[in-house]
């Protein structure tokens, strides 16, 4: 099943950790990407993959589900 990113969501849980413009912006360019990126990020999160150990190689590699 395919989900896609709820950005308005992203934005003000981003908003409330950062007030970066240089990060906020990039999130503005995530919105903008192809739907294969949205696709593929939707996919990992699906999966319970952390994009932190996938991307970084910090962290645990499966996210713990909710609930």
């Known amino acids: 099943m395919t989900h896609?990113?709820?950005?308005?969501a992203a934005r003000e849980r981003l908003l409330a950790i950062t007030t970066d413009p240089a990060i906020i912006d990039r999130l503005k360019g995530?919105?903008?990407?192809d739907k294969s990126a949205q696709v593929c990020l939707g996919a990992f999160r699906d999966a319970s993959?952390?994009?932190?150990?996938?991307l970084h190689g910090i962290g645990k590699p499966q996210l713990q589900k909710k609930g």
């Open 4 to 8: 896609y990113i709820d950005y308005d």
């Open 30 to 33: 995530l919105r903008q990407a």
């Open 49 to 54: 993959i952390s994009l932190d150990h996938l």
